[in-house]
Structures are given as C-alpha cells and as structure tokens.
C-alpha cells in the first residue's frame, strides 16, 4: 500500500483479480448475491480508492473465470454463485 502525507492507507492503481474476488465471494456468500456498486463501495470502505468502470470490468472478468452468474438487467449487472442462487430461490 502507497502512504500518503497523512498516513492514510490508499491501494490507488492497484486493484487486482484477488481483491476483487475476495471481495465480492464475501459479499456474495454473506447476501446471496452483489453487484459492483456493492463490491466498490465495500472496497473504498477498506481504503481501496477505486472507481465504477474499474470495478465493473475486473468483477465481469472475475465473474466470467470463475462461472460465476450474473444478472444483467441493463443499469445493474446482479452476481451471483449458480448454487447459492438456486438455493435461495
């Protein structure tokens, strides 16, 4: 992690696979499902200082590896695991 002057942790450019990942399976295993908005916001909260379109694009690229499902509604992509979500509906 890059220190500022303040000593305020920023991980700014170093979004990587893992943490999104990471991240996002949290959310997921902890709601059933998530979306970027929810894995950025859960990632700034954690001194990740990221943006959307960054977010979206390593999450799309996460969910295709991993065959994750995604629910794509136009405004909002929903990510979710196959069998959680057929467990829970």
């Given at each position: 992690?890059?220190?500022?002057?303040?000593?305020?942790?920023?991980?700014?450019?170093?979004?990587?696979?893992?943490?999104?990942?990471?991240?996002?399976?949290?959310?997921?295993?902890?709601?059933?499902?998530?979306?970027t908005t929810i894995v950025?916001?859960?990632?700034?909260?954690?001194?990740?200082?990221?943006?959307?379109?960054?977010?979206?694009?390593?999450?799309?690229?996460?969910?295709?590896?991993?065959?994750?499902?995604?629910?794509?509604?136009?405004?909002?992509?929903?990510?979710?695991?196959?069998?959680?979500?057929?467990?829970?509906?």
């Amino acid at each position: 992690m890059l220190q500022t002057s303040n000593s305020t942790p920023t991980n700014e450019g170093k979004l990587s696979r893992q943490a999104v990942l990471l991240m996002a399976t949290t959310l997921i295993l902890a709601q059933g499902c998530t979306t970027t908005t929810i894995v950025k916001t859960a990632l700034r909260q954690r001194g990740f200082n990221v943006y959307q379109a960054e977010v979206a694009k390593r999450l799309f690229e996460v969910a295709q590896s991993e065959g994750w499902r995604m629910d794509d509604n136009g405004p909002v992509r929903i990510y979710f695991f196959p069998q959680v979500w057929s467990s829970i509906h």
